[in-house]
T-cell receptor, first 109, second 112 residues
Framework: LAKTTQPISMDSYEGQEVNITCSHN???????ITWYQQFPSQGPRFIIQ???TKVTNEVASLFIPADRKSSTLSLPRVSLSDTAVYYC??????????FGAGTRLFVKA | EAQVTQNPRYLITVTGKKLTVTCSQN?????MSWYRQDPGLGLRQIYY???????DKGDVPEGYKVSRKEKRNFPLILESPSPNQTSLYFC???????????FGDGTRLSIL
């Protein structure tokens, strides 16, 4: 099964842009790239999904290069409330859903 | 309001006493799934269901059962709970396996 690799943790300051990169070297042709956010003791919350190039919504942007072996989640002007764990998923393993270890983002004042 | 509802939210019980955690969604989603989350191990899928009467094992199915008799409900059954099943459990649903999943608020199980 393909695996995603993300940094374990990142620190940032309020107002800064945060970019979290995910590596998915074995992504399959049909796979989408999906990012979730999770706060402690809450269920993950969908942030953004894309297949190629760039996707933007009211919360974040997702950049996917042409080879699709990586993707970057961009959070503009983060606030303290963006402190959370961010998960990148690219491989469904068939009909399974596989979460990686995620990136723990800590936003400081 | 679109939601995935799990019950109970918290449960403390004893080894061997059968329990069921219910999950219901009101979005007419076909794909439903159960996960457990443990410190240092992340979210691991227990079982999933592609549609009514279609279920399959995830990565950690041992000790669990599920059923999907109706589209909206996907209960998780622990026939003989053991302490190693103490965990935080999440139910999720989506239109399909590649579609964004909606998660419930979680059920914290403690098995003594």
């Amino acid at each position: 099964l393909a695996k995603t690799t993300q940094p374990i943790s990142m620190d940032s300051y309020e107002g800064q842009e945060v970019n979290i990169t995910c590596s998915h070297n074995n992504i399959a042709t049909n796979d989408y790239i999906t990012w979730y956010q999770q706060f402690p003791s809450q269920g993950p919350r969908f942030i953004i999904q894309g297949y190629k190039t760039k996707v933007t919504n009211e919360v974040a942007s997702l950049f996917i290069p042409a080879d699709r072996k990586s993707s970057t989640l961009s959070l503009p002007r983060v606030s303290l409330s963006d402190t959370a764990v961010y998960y990148c998923l690219s491989d469904t393993g068939g009909f399974k859903t596989i979460f990686g270890a995620g990136t723990r983002l800590f936003v400081k004042a | 309001e679109a939601q995935v509802t799990q019950n109970p939210r918290y449960l403390i019980t004893v080894t061997g006493k059968k329990l069921t955690v219910t999950c219901s969604q009101n979005m007419n989603h076909e794909y439903m799934s159960w996960y457990r989350q443990d410190p240092g191990l992340g979210l691991r899928q227990i079982y999933y269901s592609m549609n009514v009467e279609v279920t399959d094992k995830g990565d950690v199915p041992e000790g669990y059962k599920v059923s999907r008799k109706e589209k909206r409900n996907f209960p998780l059954i622990l026939e003989s709970p053991s302490p190693n099943q103490t965990s935080l459990y999440f139910c999720a649903s989506s239109f399909g396996v590649r579609q964004p999943q909606h998660f419930g608020d979680g059920t914290r199980l403690s098995i003594l």
